[in-house]
């Protein structure tokens, strides 16, 4: 079975400073990763995902995640926040080319971005 | 094409009564996941069912949780008898047929509260 973990639970940050969110994911087979971002009383949206092909990928809302295999890691980044990107952030995985798994996501990580 | 629909946004149930939630896919997804979310916590898997099957229900309570997804009509997930602990957002996905499932799509989520 697969696990996702978010290592930072908050994270405080200043605003156009650089921010990383970090997830490392557990899985014995490949993998589809995610990031998804939840606004206060909204559902999820997605951010970026990675299926194939180039490791770095490009969100929206200027952000971008890379995909570390060796490490399992798919860690989420942007060079400079805003006020509005503070939301809770969550990674989650999906086994490939499995019909009968569900995404499985981290406990999520909240971005507070400080004026 | 609408997003996946959840009603209603905001549920109120005195401990005893019976919650229903509903989930509308979006147009052409057979395949619908429910999670719930607790203040503080991630997004854990409840059930996750295609048309009129149950394909995997390992995250859902044993007792007085219910899901159906009929052949017409939206997904229920039926909360019956509910306790105080009941009390969070659950949120509905859809996602394409198994071949073409590379994302899964939220709603805005149902906040259950029990009083």
């Known amino acids: 079975a697969q696990s996702v973990t978010q290592l930072d639970s908050q994270v405080p940050v200043f605003e156009e400073a650089p921010v990383e969110l970090r997830c490392n994911y557990s899985?014995?087979?490949?993998?589809?990763l995610f990031w998804y971002v939840q606004y206060p009383n909204q559902g999820l949206q997605l951010l970026l995902k990675?299926?194939?092909?180039?490791?770095l990928v490009k969100g929206i809302n200027g952000f971008e995640a890379e995909f570390n295999k060796s490490q399992t890691s798919f860690h989420l980044r942007k060079p400079s926040v805003h006020i509005s990107d503070t939301a809770e952030y969550f990674c989650a995985v999906w086994r490939q080319n499995s019909g009968n798994t569900p995404l499985v996501f981290g406990k999520g990580t909240r971005l507070s971005v400080i004026a | 094409n609408a997003g996946v629909m959840q009603n209603p946004r905001h549920l109120v149930r005195r401990r005893g009564q019976e919650a229903r939630l509903r989930c509308s896919p979006m147009k052409g997804h057979s395949h619908v996941y429910w999670y719930r979310q607790l203040p503080e916590e991630g997004l854990k898997f409840m059930v996750y069912?295609?048309?009129?099957?149950?394909?995997?229900e390992s995250g859902m309570p044993k007792e007085r949780f219910s899901a159906e997804f009929p052949k017409e009509g939206p997904s229920i997930l039926r909360i019956q008898q509910v306790v105080r602990g009941d009390s969070a957002a659950y949120f509905c996905a859809s996602s394409p047929p198994t071949q073409a499932r590379t994302e899964a799509f939220f709603g805005q989520g149902t906040r259950l509260t029990v009083v």
């Open positions: 069912l295609q048309k009129e099957n149950i394909i995997d």
């Open positions: 990675y299926l194939s092909g180039s490791t």
């Open positions: 899985s014995s087979v490949s993998v589809y």
